[in-house]
T-cell receptor, first 113, second 116 residues
Framework: DAGVIQSPRHEVTEMGQEVTLRCKPISGHDYLFWYRQTMMRGLELLIYFNNNVPIDDSGMPEDRFSAKMPNASFSTLKIQPSEPRDSAVYFC???????????FGPGTRLTVL | AQKITQTQPGMFVQEKEAVTLDCTYD???????LFWYKQPSSGEMIFLIY??????QNATEGRYSLNFQKARKSANLVISASQLGDSAMYFCAMRGEGGATNKLIFGTGTLLAVQP
């Protein structure tokens, strides 16, 4: 079975540009999570969805960040405009209803110059 | 408020020996779940083991076991017979409180180095 798929794996962009990160959760999973990992702040939950509906976006740092889940097999995290402090590894994870663990994707390493 | 604390930034262990990675937590919820994840240098997050607060026995998964001491609010990970491939960052995590039980709150991690 394919795990959580994220693209791109690496993204280098310039300050002010729009960045879109993509995630395909494990088929059948009802929950999708977006995390950000930095040296300074560790692993932080940005937002999560249940059945394509955003449930908690309290971790989204500011209005420059937005996330969508148009269907059960696809989600995007968009940063517009990007800033150097957004440089981090962004993980997508999914889990099924009644399942304890979350399964993580390989992450997208974002560098904003 | 919930909190996960990992007090060991780094640990060394000799190959084939056992090692314990510490994790303490704080929560006001009577029902909660605790997790350990491994992050090797390649960057992916790998689920290792789960312990529910009402589980009667400590969780075990192969060489991994969780030393769950509820009264002390600790959930230490024990790795037996360490292997070179165990060198990685290890994160303790807890399920969110109240209506946020699908969220995971992560500790700061412990970097484990297994020496030959």
């Amino acid at each position: 079975d394919a795990g959580v798929i994220q693209s791109p794996r690496h993204e280098v962009t310039e300050m002010g540009q729009e960045v879109t990160l993509r995630c395909k959760p494990i088929s059948g999973h009802d929950y999708l999570f977006w995390y950000r990992q930095t040296m300074m702040r560790g692993l932080e939950l940005l937002i999560y969805f249940n059945n394509n509906v955003p449930i908690d976006d309290s971790g989204m740092p500011e209005d420059r960040f937005s996330a969508k889940m148009p269907n059960a097999s696809f989600s995007t995290l968009k940063i517009q405009p990007s800033e150097p402090r957004d440089s981090a590894v962004y993980f997508c994870a999914s889990s099924g209803a009644g399942v304890n663990e979350q399964f993580f994707g390989p992450g997208t390493r974002l560098t904003v110059l | 408020a919930q909190k996960i604390t990992q007090t060991q930034p780094g640990m060394f262990v000799q190959e084939k020996e056992a090692v314990t990675l510490d994790c303490t937590y704080d929560t006001s919820d009577p029902s909660y779940g605790l997790f350990w994840y491994k992050q090797p240098s390649s960057g992916e997050m790998i689920f290792l083991i789960y312990q529910g607060s009402y589980d009667q026995q400590n969780a075990t998964e192969g060489r991994y076991s969780l030393n769950f001491q509820k009264a002390r609010k600790s959930a230490n990970l024990v790795i037996s017979a360490s292997q070179l491939g165990d060198s990685a960052m290890y994160f303790c995590a807890m399920r969110g409180e109240g209506g946020a039980t699908n969220k995971l709150i992560f500790g700061t991690g412990t970097l484990l180095a297994v020496q030959p």
